[in-house]
């Protein structure tokens, strides 16, 4: 067995009885070398996050207003965590330290990273692994770009010597020496980038649900887990508004071809979903997922010998690009061709672009629906099923939802249909029955 990194999210390290579940996760694998910790996150609903506190703190000071009453809140939370671990690293000088630097200016990314490395001070402590400093490793330029090939050579170097070691995730060390943090959640990525440079076997990022879900669980009642989805096939449902993983945590273990297993805290008996390089096919359940958004604006163009008109997606393409819009989709007929847009990037201008494509495009008529929510249908799968397109469209014909716009990727591995805003959850809940139930 190869390596495994491990990454905690903030609600499995957000107290001493979360933090014994990572011990006995971690002690249960001793594949796992090296596990990466998230700040403190909330311990039931109305909890705060200690990130948050911490950017609390900063936004106090910068309009003159006590923070003390804020910072006292982590210090309780830090020093009664390491009270109840058992532990002694000296945390309250630590706090004490954050305090002074806080009293002297410092940036807001050095007072936001103090989460994860005062955790990671005291989970290394309790499982007795080396402490690492993710500012050793991790490196950004000074514009604050994230340097990738810098990062995988201090990251070899500095961990070649250790055998298990916590490491703090979210942040670096800019080339002057100063704190750089990634973006909001950014201990994911600092995951990723760990598992890619020391080559590991598996990406294990431990939360609190065990793995992704094949439709919201706000449209469809108790959705089964995904155990198994590719990443091309989670990029297309992220893309369509289903809550996955950042996609820059994504990346750097998409590129080395290391799998990244979705687990659960509070449930490590469930499998969890595995994102792999490659699709791992189950004939029994070829969607892997469902998922969709609303907010589009479909414009169809009927104009008779369109399909023999040279250049005409060209300038369909250059009013767009005008405009500074992205087209999302442009299913296209004989004679027809239909313009799927997002609403945020019509943003208030769908008059001036229908003048626009009537008097550059000249069409014989033009449609236009606003309020159409798109869905896509995912599964690798998909492609080599006979009849998969039947069952899409009686299902949805079977609900009553119209549809009024079809796309399918070349890869065969998404369908996509545009129903009205009102149909949305409705035609989400017949696709998960026809393919899943
Ligand atoms: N603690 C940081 C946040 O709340 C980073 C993370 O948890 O991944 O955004």
Request: net charge negative.
């Amino acid at each position: 067995m190869g390596i495994k990194v491990a990454k905690f999210g903030g609600s499995s390290v957000a107290d001493a009885i979360q933090i014994k579940k990572l011990k006995d996760i971690v002690e249960g694998d001793g594949d796992i070398k090296y596990v990466i910790v998230s700040a403190p996150g909330k311990r039931f609903k109305d909890d705060s996050k200690v990130t948050d506190l911490l950017y609390l703190c900063k936004t106090h000071i910068e309009h003159k207003i006590p923070y003390e009453q804020i910072f006292q809140v982590i210090y309780d939370r830090y020093t009664s965590m390491e009270a109840d671990l058992g532990v002694d690293v000296g945390i309250a000088g630590d706090l004490e330290e954050i305090r002074k630097e806080i009293e002297n200016g410092a940036s807001v990314d050095y007072i936001a990273s103090r989460g994860e490395y005062l955790n990671a001070k005291i989970i290394a402590a309790f499982l007795g692994f080396a402490f690492v400093d993710a500012k050793d490793i991790v490196r950004f330029s000074d514009k604050g770009k994230f340097l990738e090939d810098v990062t995988n050579d201090s990251i070899n170097r500095v961990l070649s010597g250790v055998d298990k070691a916590v490491i703090p995730g979210f942040y670096g060390e800019k080339l002057d020496g100063s704190i750089k943090t990634f973006s909001r959640g950014g201990s994911d990525i600092t995951g990723a980038i760990i598992a890619r440079a020391v080559d590991a076997e598996v990406y294990e990022n431990w939360t609190d649900v065990s793995g992704f879900l094949m439709a919201d669980p706000r449209i469809v009642d108790d959705p089964k887990p995904i155990n198994s989805i590719s990443y091309m096939e989670l990029r297309e449902l992220s893309y369509m508004g289903a809550s996955v993983l950042h996609e820059d945590a994504i990346y750097p273990a998409k590129v080395a071809d290391i799998p990244i297993n979705i687990r659960n805290t509070n449930k490590p008996e469930d499998a969890g979903t595995m994102i792999t390089a490659q699709p791992q096919v189950d004939p029994d359940q070829i969607v892997s997922g469902i998922a969709g958004k609303k907010g589009f604006t479909v414009i169809g163009v009927y104009k008779s010998h369109l399909a023999s008109e040279k250049g005409f997606i060209r300038k369909l393409a250059g009013i767009m690009e005008d405009n500074d819009i992205t087209i999302e989709h442009l299913p296209t007929g004989i004679d027809t061709m239909s313009v799927v847009l997002d609403n945020k990037m019509i943003n208030g201008k769908l008059d001036e672009i229908v003048e626009e494509m009537q008097s550059q495009l000249k069409p014989d008529t033009l449609e236009v629906v606003e309020d159409i929510s798109l869905i896509a249908t995912v599964g690798a799968g998909m492609a080599a099923r006979k009849g998969t397109s039947a069952t899409l469209f009686t299902a949805l014909a079977g609900a009553g939802v119209n549809v009024c716009m079809i796309d399918q990727g070349s890869s065969e591995m998404n369908i996509i249909v545009g129903v009205e805003e009102k149909d949305f959850e409705t035609a989400i809940k017949a696709i998960y029955n026809a393919f899943v139930e």
